[in-house]
């Protein structure tokens, strides 16, 4: 059994970077990763960052959070849902999330 850590336990008190340093200080093997977070990550550090992150640590991407909200969306924002599932999906792929992972 593998212990897996879900960002939404932290929502806006921490940090994708925080949650990766304190995961694998603490002993977690993998982390499900909110996209929120992901995209603050970003403006600071790289998907190559992250993926150097993974290829150096004893943690591992297991999934991505769920997308928020999908019902009741006007054209516009089933467009930001859309595009937000193609960006988590390029990014998946990068930081080796399994392709089966993406399909709940």
Known sequence: MKICFN???TMKNSTL???LHFCEKYGYELIEIRLDKLRE???DH????LVTFFNNSRIKPFAFN???F???RDE???KQIKDDLKFLCEVGEKIKL????FVY
């Open 7 to 9: 960002q939404a336990t």
């Open 17 to 19: 970077e925080k949650d």
């Open 41 to 43: 990550y970003l403006k």
């Open 46 to 49: 790289t998907t190559d960052d």
């Open 66 to 68: 769920a997308l928020e």
């Open 70 to 72: 999908i019902t009741f």
């Open 76 to 78: 516009e924002g089933y």
């Open 98 to 101: 399994k392709k089966s992972l």
